[in-house]
């Protein structure tokens, strides 16, 4: 069943020969003495041409014949009670096919922005028009809209029974999740335990306890959510999505429509953009492909939703908001933390899932108890969903500014801290090249003159650490073709979420064919091309390339027995592969020779990867699969009088297994820290706690970082060879992002001398630290 | 429309650009937030300017077809300078050597990532690669200086923006036989008069009509005939309206080719500035004239929207949070309002009547600005806001100070702002005060806390009342510092001016 190798494994200069068990089959895994030729080089995305040039067709573009337009009425209240609906204005309107009733008399719609009806019509205004036809009467009831509001007692409860937990691939494997019992609206979560840190904080000599908070963010993908159906039979349909998982798509349209999922084809050529909240067919908070579904069937035409600008913000998903307090115990004289205790409290609306991630319990192993208790607080607000890293960027501001905190207390270096804490090698490694390239000491020396002297600008330095996992699996299968001419091609129903995937599949063919990128043909995007995966949890990559790699390697088995036949009879084993063609002793065979040699039209191979087999030097908590680490270096400038903080530099150094295109990757760490840095510095879903509204539904409210904002980034990639998959490659999308604003957090800190323990850190929330910071070092002083 | 004609017929005059693009199949330019605020739908247009013609890239959701009736346009689809076939195959397209130069530098440095963004990114850039201005370096060689600027009103959710800046700066300077920079030295046809009519809109909409007159008595007797009728010049705020609230006009009248509206007139005693000028124009036309606007310009909106985007419009918008009124406010600023009946003026601070209400009467329409030429001894403008570019203020400031250079005394202080009040306002009682008195710390100091208290601003999404009553003295304390130490404060303060955090508090030891 499966075979030892040995490889050698390992990071930088530390590597070792490690025995690892390989399934039967598997080629011999691409350890760090395999030079690629092709793989890891900074090729430029192959379908670039058709993005510079308004080509590349996304599901907003796909225009079929006699399609229609479909919108969809929403709930302006936060809580209320259907009186009645009448659709009668709707269905006479200008240009309409279809109307669809989303919502019934007596209905409790719970979110302002919930589905109450849809139309289908000729031409996007006259649908547009038609909602406003449609007269629905409501009874007002009362609703909670703030995550502290809801959880007083007596607050007006948003779910009257049990919730279901609803999970996309988005998610992280095995987080901890809202599991409790309902108080109220608060639904506690299955806890991150070791040891007993109660009694441990009860006994600790140095102590720290603050609380934290973080906002609500939004994907604000550029492309919207939508999708178009047409039924091709009674029984069948065709779905065209602006999705990142094709087969998610496929399932939940024949789950929907009670079809079989093999009549279900979902076609996504193109995708602008989903970090998380583009994983179903229907959006988190809104049925659209339902709606778009029943509307079709009605009007005997294709239908397309494609939501607006404001209904992104209000029903395809966010990051949940954060309340965490976090107590730290510690010993003052060695600085050791004996206890770490978080109590998290977030808001994913009337959704779950508002989790913390994995800072506090799984990078300072050497923390001897830890205990992180998380549960999810019901608001009257559209739903969260997986957003790039669910839960870490929020439990990581956290927990890096407690030990960013607790480390000025001691009087103690925030590296030295973590190192002391933090058994990942590769980590450690981090810390220590970070702190030698982005000048740490020098610059926290000038930050530590700035505060002194009571300058007006400041400036500081901060740094933060990320824990990920390789969650790739067999999900995918690929096809790799060969042709008679000599071309090869590569198919797979995946989706390009903007990662590059098309490019790094040609790569891996190429690399493993011995042939030029420019004879690779790529075919992705439908779930005709075979199964995908998901692009969530960072795990396209490692699902996708091994996967190639292993229908590449089939192939060109299957070319060298025709090799073997056309060489006299010659070996397998002795055939010496060029990227002329292929030979053995003085005997050549040119590609072209060789393939016109092919029996029928084409060597097809198709192949997936095993699961997981290695994970060197470190695994993920609760998993067989190497744990990814990650540490991100700010800097800021602070104006002390009006409290604009622009954060000046990045510096990222990143472990991302095996490169497979560096150009593809350092643009998705690049994404990863412009990311961060809004979620810092400036957007937030705004909700009014007296209307139950969101004040900031669009983008000149709901500010994203431009090009102005962009740090300039210097990125490290700490390649690590972990011996996990016949590729070694791993993601790097959630990662990118993890540390990025507890670093720029705790960089305002050491130029302020004092935290803000709330993002986005907002000018207002800088002068109100300093003011505070202040006082207390004004009464400090008189109590001396 | 990319080098071919375009017919439009039947479309209501509400129709936008990006729409009007969209429903013929040109689906490259996208739709990202129909409110200008993403970029993704820029398209490029042949402008005739003063200077002669010039390519600028605009929004096309913010852009009615009306507004461009007779104007060459550009897409991303037509900036291919061969277009080629579209080879077969997802992983095809157009080859490398086909594209343009800035697309060419976006697919080989990896500008594009979900690409969403892209045909926006391309067409910004594309305007740039054209740009005069840009095309020369500081020392003043040929040699492209691309401005990032160009590309502040485009937002990419992906790349992180680094790989687009490198393709920005890895482009020569367009080739001599580069056909699009031969056709800037073509004459371009004025944009004449034009009209959209739509009759029996459905749903009850009646007729809905856009003019287009070519001069300033056509718009006027349209204006006299129908004093309700709507008038639009850049459009970057209306169109907002039609986009996000469905609003529409029976009569909408485009004052984009009426040319007395798109003078500038540099006088010795004042600037008359023509209400319709875009503000783009407006900053390369003045040519450093007013320095205190050359300070506003990169700090309103985007590059994208400025390109469109009228002095006048911005006026007459009357938003408290506008960025030009507390600029022109501490400038003294005049308007002249125009009608059939006469021309009148007015000081701009007697235009703003209530929250978003003018001064305009009926049949009234704003043609000009009088900037008086005299440059105060000091004049600075401030933005608070939370992102660098593209933001809409928090708190906009904007002071001028004259001061009497043998004793350093106050002799006239302008102090405007903007997002404090329901109007831009002026802080007038504590500019009297500030007259006679020293131009030190202590009179700044003195004069903070009533400067604090002048006015009662509001809390919302982007400041506190508190923050915001803050940033009414702390921008003036700023200004103060700046005016001593001679110049705008680089990022490091050098240790001369190193200043206290305000407000001053007992400090132990000494102070640099």
């Known amino acids: 069943m499966s075979t030892k190798v040995t490889l050698s494994l390992g990071y930088g200069k530390q590597l070792s020969k490690q025995k690892i068990e390989v399934p039967d089959g598997e080629p011999k895994p691409w350890d760090a003495t395999v030079k690629t030729k092709v793989v890891g080089r900074a090729v430029p995305r192959i379908d670039g041409p058709l993005k510079v040039s308004g080509e590349a067709r996304y599901t907003h573009d796909v225009r079929v014949e006699g399609m229609l337009h479909g919108a969809i009425l929403r709930s302006p209240h936060p809580c209320a009670v259907i009186q009645s609906i009448d659709l009668s204005g709707a269905e006479k309107a200008p240009g309409v096919r279809a109307v669809h009733a989303m919502a019934k008399a007596g209905d409790r719609m719970i979110f302002a922005g919930q589905d109450i009806a849809a139309v289908a019509a000729e031409r996007p205004e006259q649908a547009r028009a038609a909602l406003e036809a449609i007269a629905v009467e409501y009874e007002l009831q009362p609703f909670v809209a703030s995550t502290r509001g809801a959880m007083r007692d007596g607050a007006p409860v948003v779910h009257a029974a049990a919730v279901e937990e609803k999970r996309t691939g988005a998610d992280e494997p095995g987080a901890e999740k809202a599991a409790g019992r309902l108080q109220g609206n608060i639904r506690p979560g299955r806890s991150q335990k070791r040891g007993d840190a109660k009694r441990a904080l009860r006994a600790a000599k140095a102590s720290f306890e603050a609380t934290y908070e973080t906002q609500c963010h939004t994907h604000s993908a550029l492309e919207t959510h939508g999708l178009m159906i047409r039924w091709e039979a009674k029984d069948a349909v065709t779905v065209w999505a602006s999705t990142q998982a094709i087969f998610g798509v496929r399932d939940e349209v024949a789950a929907v429509f009670g079809l079989e999922p093999a009549k279900v084809r979902v076609i996504t050529e193109f995708l602008g953009g989903g970090f998380g909240a583009k994983f179903g067919a229907n959006a988190p908070g809104s049925a659209i492909a339902k709606a778009a579904g029943e509307l079709a069937r009605t009007a005997k035409a294709p239908v397309k939703i494609m939501l607006d600008r404001q209904e992104e913000h209000l029903c395809t998903g966010n990051r949940p908001d954060s309340i965490q307090t976090v107590r730290l115990g510690a010993n003052p004289k060695t600085g050791a933390i004996t206890a770490i205790h978080v109590t998290a409290h977030g808001s994913a609306g009337i959704g779950t899932g508002a989790g913390v991630g994995r800072n506090a319990s799984a990078i300072y192993t050497k923390v001897p108890d830890v205990l992180v208790e998380s549960a999810d607080v019901f608001t009257h607000a559209g739903p969260a969903v997986a957003f790039r890293a669910p839960g870490h960027p929020q439990g990581a501001f956290a927990m890096e500014s407690a030990i960013d905190e607790l480390a000025r207390q001691l009087g103690r270096d925030p590296i030295d801290v973590r190192l002391a804490h933090d058994t990942h090698p590769v980590r450690r490694w981090q810390l220590e090249l970070g702190r030698e390239r982005f000048a740490w000491n020098e610059r926290r020396r000038e930050a530590a003159d700035l505060r002194s002297r009571n300058t007006r600008i400041r400036r500081g330095v901060g740094c933060a650490v990320s824990i990920w996992g390789d969650f790739g699996g067999p999900d995918a299968r690929v096809t790799v073709s060969v042709a008679r001419d000599g071309k090869v091609a590569v198919k797979c129903g995946v989706q390009d979420i903007g990662g590059g995937i098309g490019t790094v599949m040609a790569q891996v063919a190429a690399e493993v064919l011995q042939r030029p990128l420019a004879d690779v043909r790529v075919d992705i995007g439908d779930s005709a091309f075979g199964p995908g995966v998901g692009s969530g949890g960072s795990k396209t990559t490692s699902s996708i390339a091994p996967a190639v790699r292993n229908a590449a390697e089939a192939a060109k088995a299957e070319l060298a027995m025709i090799a073997s036949r056309a060489l006299e009879g010659a070996s397998v084993k002795r055939l010496k592969w060029t990227e002329k063609g292929v030979g053995v002793g003085r005997q050549t065979l040119s590609w072209a020779e060789l393939c016109k040699a092919i029996e029928g039209e084409a060597v097809v191979a198709t192949a997936s990867r095993p699961r997981t087999y290695g994970a060197f030097p470190k695994s993920f908590p609760g998993y067989p699969t190497p744990q990814i680490a990650g540490a991100q270096f700010a800097a800021v400038e602070v104006d002390t009088w009006t409290g604009v903080v622009r954060c000046s530099e990045i510096l990222a150094l990143h472990d991302c297994g095996r490169v497979m295109n560096e150009m593809t990757l350092r643009s998705q760490i690049n994404g990863g820290i412009i990311l961060g840095v809004g979620y810092a510095l400036m957007e937030q879903r705004v909700l009014d706690p007296g209307l139950g509204v969101v004040l900031n539904a669009n983008l000149e409210g709901y500010k994203a970082c431009g090009i102005k904002d962009c740090p300039d980034i210097s990125i490290v990639l700490t390649e690590v060879a972990s011996g996990n998959n016949s590729t070694g490659s791993y993601g790097i999308g959630e990662p990118a992002t993890i540390p990025t604003a507890a670093a720029i957090a705790n960089a305002v800190g050491d130029a302020l001398g004092a935290h803000v323990r709330s993002l986005p850190i907002t000018p207002g929330k800088v002068l109100e630290t300093l003011e505070a910071a202040a006082n207390s070092s004004s009464n400090s002083e008189a109590s001396k | ?512």
């Open chain 2, 1 to 512: 429309m990319n080098g071919e004609s375009l017919e439009v017929e039947g479309i209501d005059p509400h129709t936008t650009l990006l729409d009007f693009l969209r429903d013929r199949g040109l689906v490259g330019t996208k739709e990202g937030c129909a409110e200008g605020e993403c970029g993704a739908c820029a398209v490029v247009v042949l402008r005739l300017e003063h200077e002669g013609p010039r390519y600028v890239a605009v929004n096309a959701c913010l852009t009615l077809v009306g507004s461009v009736l007779g104007a060459e346009l550009r897409t991303v689809e037509g900036l291919s300078p061969q277009p080629g076939s579209r080879s077969a195959g997802r992983a095809a397209g157009p080859s490398v050597a086909e594209l343009h130069p800035v697309q060419r530098a976006m697919v080989e440095l990896g500008g594009s990532q979900c690409g969403y963004c892209t045909p926006g990114f391309v067409v910004s850039m594309f305007a740039e690669y054209y740009r005069r201005e840009a095309s020369l370096t500081p020392s003043g060689e040929p040699g492209l200086r691309w401005d990032p600027e160009s590309v502040a009103g485009n937002l990419c959710r992906c790349t992180g923006y680094r790989p687009i800046r490198e393709a920005m700066r890895s482009l020569p300077l367009a080739a001599e036989d580069d056909g699009f920079r031969a056709r800037l030295s073509q004459p371009l046809a004025p944009l004449g008069e034009a009209s959209l009519v739509r009759e029996d809109v459905p749903g009850g909409g009646g007729t809905r009509r856009l003019h287009r007159p070519a001069s300033l008595a056509g718009a006027l007797a349209l204006l006299a005939e129908e004093p309700a009728a709507k008038l639009i010049a850049g459009g970057t705020d209306l169109v907002v309206e039609v986009n996000q609230r469905d609003r529409r006009w029976p009569t909408l009248i485009a004052l984009e080719a009426v040319d007395e509206l798109r003078t500038l007139e540099l006088g010795g005693e004042e600037i008359r500035i023509g209400a319709g000028l875009n503000l783009s124009e407006l900053e390369h036309r003045l040519g450093g004239a007013l320095p205190l606007l050359d300070e506003l310009f990169p700090l309103f909106s985007s590059r994208l929207i400025r390109n469109r985007a009228t002095l006048g419009g911005n006026l007459v918008n009357a938003s408290p949070i506008g960025d030009s009124p507390p600029a022109l406010l501490a400038l003294d600023a005049r308007v002249v309002l125009a009608s059939q009946r006469g021309e009148r003026e007015l000081p701009l601070v007697e235009f703003f009547t209530g929250y978003r209400q003018t001064a305009l009467a009926p049949g009234e329409l704003l043609r000009a600005v009088i900037v008086p030429r005299r440059a105060p001894t000091h004049a600075h403008f401030y933005k608070v806001s939370k992102r660098v570019l593209d933001d809409i203020s928090t708190v906009a400031a904007a002071f001028a100070v004259d001061l009497d250079p043998a004793s350093n005394t106050v002799t006239r202080a302008r102090l405007a702002y903007g997002g404090v009040a329901a109007t831009p306002v002026r802080a007038q009682a504590v500019e009297q005060a500030l007259v006679g008195r020293p131009w030190t710390a202590e009179t700044v100091a003195e004069l903070a806390p009533q400067l604090r208290e002048s006015f009662t601003p509001l809390s919302d999404h982007r400041g506190s009342a508190a923050y915001r009553q803050a940033m009414l003295a702390r921008t003036f304390e700023k200004f103060f510092h700046e005016t001593q130490a001679g110049r705008r404060l680089g990022p490091q303060p050098p240790p001369s001016v190193v200043l206290p955090v305000l407000p001053p508090r007992p400090q132990k030891g000494a102070n640099a």
